[in-house]
Nanobody
Framework: QVQLVESGGGLVQTGDSLRLSCAAS????????MGWFRQAPGKEREFVAS???????????DYADSVKGRFTISRDNAKNTVYLQMNSLKPEDTAVYCC???????????????????WGQGTQVTVSL
């Protein structure tokens, strides 16, 4: 079992930055692909970013078009933690952000929530005008 706990959310203004963290316990994350998803009120959960393991020696990152160039996903395997640096925040970024871990995520499935095995509870990000 993997337990994931997100932190770093909050209320910010348009144009501000936040860094979300996702700390894991229970197992080492180094072999897991990690993703960030978000869900705004009244909307479906959507993919934000992923950093996936190719099973050999390389991590690949992918982003939703809506955050590309503004958000950066990274991981620190020594700390068993994944980060989401969010810059130039917009009101439409307001949502609950959740991290997820999966062993079978690949280049075709990284944006599919059902491919991730473990989920955190989420952290609220609110961006005001």
């Amino acid at each position: 079992q993997v337990q994931l706990v997100e932190s770093g959310g909050g209320l910010v203004q348009t144009g501000d930055s936040l860094r979300l963290s996702c700390a894991a316990s229970g197992r080492t994350l180094s072999s897991y692909s990690m993703g960030w998803f978000r869900q705004a009120p009244g909307k479906e959960r959507e993919f934000v970013a992923s950093i996936r393991w190719n099973g050999i020696n390389t991590y690949y990152v992918d982003y939703a078009d809506s955050v590309k160039g503004r958000f950066t996903i990274s991981r620190d395997n020594a700390k068993n933690t994944v980060y989401l640096q969010m810059n130039s925040l917009k009101p439409e970024d307001t949502a609950v952000y959740c991290c997820a871990a999966g062993l079978t995520v690949d280049r075709r499935t990284y944006a599919r929530a059902e491919k991730y095995d473990y989920w955190g509870q989420g952290t609220q990000v609110t961006v005001s005008l």
